[in-house]
């Protein structure tokens, strides 16, 4: 069975950073995508990085520069680092773990559409 369990999201300040967490058990493809979608109230899902099994990155244009993925493998865990966080990155974040190629759909559209994610975080940035 899969579990993905998301933490650290929470409230900050325009500027400030959070890191998220993805504590993952259960997905034991040696071929995979793992990543983070946004969701907020009234908005469309957004993919917002992602990080293949062989280790290449991908991330939504509007991310650029502020988020970094990464993974341990030893602890079966994803994180997000965000940095730079504005009030428009205010949503819940869910981690996805899905098939290879969803990391190579154009804005990452179909990283979670195929395979799993987990409950979400909510992050919150104030103006």
């Known amino acids: 069975q899969v579990q993905l369990v998301e933490s650290g999201g929470g409230s900050v300040q325009a500027g400030g950073s959070l890191r998220l967490s993805c504590a993952a058990s259960?997905?034991?493809?040696?071929?995979?995508?793992m990543g983070w979608f946004r969701q907020a109230p009234g908005k469309e899902r957004e993919g917002v990085a992602a990080?293949?099994?062989?280790?290449?990155?991908s991330y939504a244009d509007s991310v650029k520069g502020r988020f970094t993925i990464s993974q341990d493998n030893a602890k079966n865990t994803l994180y997000l680092q965000m940095n730079s966080l504005k009030p428009e990155d205010t949503a819940m974040y869910y981690c996805?773990?899905?098939?290879?190629?969803?990391?190579?759909?154009?804005?990452?559209?179909?990283?979670?559409?195929?395979?799993?994610w987990g409950q979400g975080t909510q992050v919150t940035v104030s103006s």
């Open positions: 996805a773990a899905d098939s290879y190629f969803a990391c190579k759909s154009p804005g990452l559209w179909a990283l979670g559409l195929g395979g799993y």
């Open positions: 990080i293949d099994s062989d280790g290449s990155t």
């Open positions: 259960g997905y034991t493809y040696s071929s995979y995508c």
